[in-house]
């Protein structure tokens, strides 16, 4: 299958990452008959996975959904504990995939890709990496994830604190113990309000630092019988029909009518059992939500009232509701006891947008009026989402362009899979995707099963090369935007726009037109003959 030249071992495909899309990639496209190399920087399968251990992290999606639905032998064979997975359970969940599949051999761990150039004359990449290995491939696929780059604000004398700093993307792999101890979280997002809980329960004084609240429903979370799974997998292959042509990648199905076309008392009821099955279908529960500001409102005033009714103190109530945007345009976060956790008297909310820290020092954090003495700082400060794990790699396409910076003033892709000027290279789950608005296993699974589609049509039918045109691109981020504006999500200034990065351009990453519209459109493209692509011989 492989050969090797001067330059190394060429393979039919190279593919970054090893986490929920990578790990199917190899599989998928070794069916195919495909020579594959996976590369992995971390020591062990598993993605964003692998590396966020902070105490509390879950899915927000539920297990029995936010798994693989290629294989209905898996689908029967695992058994998922809780209604939301920990991330312990599923990087079991991967590791026993990986095996069940024979696939750890195809990936190589330890090892971060640094380098993908383009060879204009025979449309092949050499992908490099950080051990000095140097690989050809017709075909890169980059599932480097959109949650993978972690991002550490540049707080003034960090790097002076002596007690413990722990960033919740790159949790240590043994225990962390905060007993006895006073604890500085900063960050209210969804590491932050998942740890949050189970710090302060050890912690002898923890104080967190909030820049914004953020909205956040109860997950509801419970143990899941022995009849829970049994009736799930007698009913899998309808979960995964409804999921599939849903608007999100779950089996979720709204209210059959819009917000203010029912009585006050049927919309509270609506609500209130949304509520009950917890998590963040919450800003699904009416169709018009997300387009409709009155809608919105409705949800947002139902909220509050749940929210005010846990928290003892009206002012910290004030502070952990959000005023600065509607209610689901930054995705809400799901949590297990997180306003509960501010009527304990170890546990103080500190708001930066009032008080900003303005440095860090040796024995802990000083705002702009006041000190705060602690033993240990965990940064729960998010991504440089969508873009920042593409950023990192030196992707060098014709004309020795370079990705980062043809992407200077926001990302441009087709579909969210491929780059004009970069043939051959596919993204997964990039941006103009519906990515992290969609269940991302399902959606991981579309995209694959589109590329490996796409590279079976190249060899059908003599290709070598497959490339997005400018004019394709050009139109995806018109209508990606289009629809966006369409709705309220521009509303918030969100990760979802890169507005927490500092420098990066503000730009709506995302197709938010529904996971099944989506795939219809990926259908269409491939059906008209990947149209919007140019398919190219290589002589």
């Known amino acids: 299958m ?17 986490g929920f899309a990578g790990i199917y990639a190899l599989h998928r496209l070794r069916a195919q008959g495909l020579s594959v190399r996976v590369f992995e920087a971390a020591p062990e ?30 689908e029967q064979e695992w058994d998922w504990s809780e209604k939301y997975a920990t991330q312990a359970e599923i990087l079991r969940y991967l590791n026993w995939v990986t095996d069940k599949l024979d696939l750890r051999t195809g990936i190589t761990f330890n090892t971060r890709v640094t380098a993908a150039v383009l060879d204009e004359q025979s449309l092949h990449w050499t992908v490099r990496t950080d051990t000095g290995e140097a ?110 042509r849903s608007g ?20 509270r009821d609506a609500f209130e059992t949304r509520w009950q099955l917890g998590g963040v279908l919450f800003s699904k529960t009416f169709s018009d939500q997300m387009i409709d500001a009155v809608a919105n409102d409705e949800a947002r005033k139902f909220y509050e009232q749940k929210v005010r009714s846990i928290i003892d103190d009206p ?35 500190i708001s930066v947008r009032s008080t900003p820290i303005e440095s860090i020092d040796a024995t802990g954090i000083n705002t702009s009026d006041a ?16 873009t920042g794990a593409l950023d990192k790699i030196d992707i060098v396409g014709r004309g020795g362009h370079r990705l980062r910076d043809d992407w200077v003033d926001g990302p441009r892709t087709y579909l969210g899979l491929g780059v004009d000027g970069f043939p051959n290279m596919f993204l997964v789950s990039g941006p103009g995707a519906p990515a992290v608005l969609a269940n991302m296993v399902l959606h991981a699974e579309a995209h694959v099963n ?28 018109a209508e990606c935007n289009q629809r966006a504006d369409a709705t309220l999500f521009p509303k918030a200034n969100s990760w979802y726009l890169g507005a927490n990065v500092p420098g ?31 398919l190219l011989k290589v002589s």
């Open 315 to 349: 002012d910290v109530a004030e502070l952990l509701i959000p005023t600065d945007h509607p209610i689901g345009t930054k995705r809400i976060c799901t949590d297990t006891n997180y306003f509960q956790t501010f009527n304990r008297p170890n546990v103080k909310l």
């Open 45 to 74: 399968v598993g993605g964003t996975w692998y590396y966020n251990r902070y105490p509390g992290a879950r899915c927000d999606v539920e297990s029995v959904d936010y798994c693989y639905s290629f294989s209905s032998e898996l």
């Open 450 to 477: 589109w590329i490996a589609d796409a590279i079976g049509h190249l060899d059908a039918h003599g290709y070598g090369a497959i490339e997005a045109t400018v004019d394709a691109v050009d139109a995806w981020i």
């Open 135 to 244: 690989v050809r491939a017709r075909f890169c696929i980059m599932a480097t994830g959109p949650l993978s780059a972690a991002l550490t604000p540049d707080f003034d004398g960090l790097n002076t604190f002596t007690g413990d700093i722990h960033h919740t993307a790159h949790w240590p792999h043994r225990p962390v113990d905060f007993t006895g101890k006073r604890v500085a979280v900063i960050g209210t997002g969804s590491s932050g309000i998942q740890s949050v809980p189970l710090i302060a329960e050890q912690a002898e004084q923890l104080y967190v630092f909030q820049r914004t609240p953020n909205y956040s429903v109860p997950a509801g979370n419970q143990p899941l019988t022995d009849d829970d799974r049994m009736r799930v997998k007698a009913d899998y292959a309808e979960r995964r029909r409804l999921s599939w």
């Open 248 to 267: 999100g990648g779950s089996p979720h199905i709204a209210h059959p009518r819009l917000t203010m076309d029912v009585t006050p008392e049927e919309r």
């Open 2 to 18: 492989a050969a090797v030249n001067g330059d190394g071992e060429v393979v039919d495909a190279v593919v970054v990452g090893a």
């Open 504 to 534: 990066k351009p503000r730009v709506f990453m995302l197709f938010i037109g529904g996971f099944a519209v989506y795939l219809d459109i990926c259908r269409d493209v491939a059906d008209a003959g990947y149209k919007g692509f140019s």
């Open 371 to 386: 000190h705060y003495d602690v033993d240990a700082i965990v940064l729960a400060t998010g991504f440089d989402a969508m």
